[in-house]
């Protein structure tokens, strides 16, 4: 059975890259790269109903207050170098988070999540990317009515690697 789930999840994240990059064409692409997409595994992201794939290394923290909840993930071993880092806030105030500083250059890109277009605010400083978007979480629940999906990527690949991380999520 386990087998069987690993090859679903690949078969899964092999057919979202195929469709992202055969779709949107004529446009910059934000596609994550062959060797990156074997490393991802599907994991539920703490006791929600929501699911995202995340490389096998990274790990989900939690954080609930009285009425949201905030999920980051990274890697688990604190000491290797952190290519790209994200987030979830599932609550009804999401708020966005401003660039670093003045000299970041502001960027919108497109991806889908959760069924649903999203609008990225992409922050670049120096090669440093912050991101950011805030949608329609489809809970159903009164709660938890918006999502904020956020993370930093230090390159442009890595950049690409977590847009598409984010592609995966479900519910």
């Not at 009804?92 to 069924?115: V, Y």
């Not at 990527?153 to 479900?170: C, D, G, P, V, Y």
Request: aromatic share 12%; net charge positive; with cysteine.
């Amino acid at each position: 059975m386990k087998t069987q789930l690993k090859i679903f999840t690949l078969f899964t994240i092999l057919l979202l890259y195929s469709c992202k990059e055969n779709g949107d064409k004529g446009s910059k692409k934000n596609v994550a790269d062959n060797e990156f997409l074997k490393t991802l595994v599907e994991r539920q992201i703490g006791k929600s109903n929501y699911y995202i794939s995340l490389p096998k290394d990274y790990v989900i923290e939690e954080t609930n207050g009285e009425d949201f909840s905030v999920y980051h993930f990274h890697p688990a071993d604190s000491t290797k170098k952190e290519d790209f880092s994200g987030g979830f806030y599932f609550g009804n105030h999401p708020s966005q988070f401003p660039p670093d500083n003045k000299s970041c250059t502001t960027e919108n890109k497109k991806n889908r999540i959760l069924g649903q277009n999203s609008n990225w605010t992409v922050y670049n400083c120096n090669g440093n990317y912050a991101i950011q978007t805030i949608i329609d979480s489809k809970s159903g629940e009164n709660w938890n009515e918006l999502l904020h999906l956020f993370g930093n990527a230090q390159s442009n690949k890595n950049l690409n690697n977590l847009l598409f991380i984010f592609t995966t999520m479900k519910k």
